[in-house]
């Protein structure tokens, strides 16, 4: 579950700083950081990380994959902005409907959900001393924040499960795509 950001923050480290300790670290927190600032934000435990081991070693393989691959990945930034773009719509959506599972008001589980996706690179950021994305007024967080709304929008008005997750899917994609190509920026 936390592994979309994994190859991509791991070789962002990896350009500034390529010590294998502290790109492991890097992308541990910026894998499980979204999901879990809003858990722990939710009261909701025990946290999945330290519940399912599983997500331990797919961060540690997606960091060695990056070692091993590191040169080649290099030449696939735009692959990697569509693995960080279907994952950031994933989470959005995963987040929401935790939060909606929890009993929260749908403002609440937007915001949820929007955490859930961006929370992690901002973590990160932070710790490497990076501007973060949502601070650089692209539109990054807007996306997930419109993906959620229009999940829970969905969601009341009784669309079936799967099509609300394909439609928010492709709406955040969409808007992340268009963003980019077309230099939106957050006034």
């Keep these: 579950m936390f592994r979309h950001g994994v190859l991509k923050e791991s070789s962002t480290f990896l350009a500034s700083c390529p010590d294998w300790f502290a790109a492991t ?15 722990v934000l939710l009261g909701s435990y025990p946290l999945v990380w330290i ?8 961060i ?30 994933l989470f959005t959506i995963v987040g929401t409907e935790k939060a909606l599972s929890l ?6 589980a937007a915001i949820m959900g929007m955490f859930s996706a961006v929370m992690g690179g901002v973590i990160r950021d932070t710790l490497t001393n990076e501007i973060p994305i949502i601070y650089r ?3 990054y967080a807007t996306a997930c ?4 709304v ?3 929008v969905l969601d009341y008005l009784g669309a079936e499960r799967n099509t609300a997750f394909i439609a928010v899917s492709a709406l955040i994609i969409v808007i992340r795509i268009l963003a980019v190509k077309y230099q939106w920026r957050i006034p």
């Excluded at 670290?25 to 858990?39: H, K, P, Q, V, Y």
């Design 51 to 58: 519940s399912d081991i599983t997500i331990l070693y797919a």
């Design 145 to 148: 924040l419109a993906g959620a």
């Design 60 to 89: 540690l393989a997606g960091v060695l994959a990056t070692f091993v691959f590191y040169r080649q990945l290099m030449h696939l930034r735009r692959t990697l902005f569509l693995f960080d773009t279907f994952g950031i719509a």
């Design 103 to 108: 009993g929260v008001r749908p403002e609440i």
């Design 137 to 139: 007024k692209e539109v």
């Design 150 to 152: 229009a999940y829970l």
């Design 25 to 39: 670290f890097t992308a541990f927190i910026s894998s499980i950081g979204g999901g879990t600032l809003r858990d």
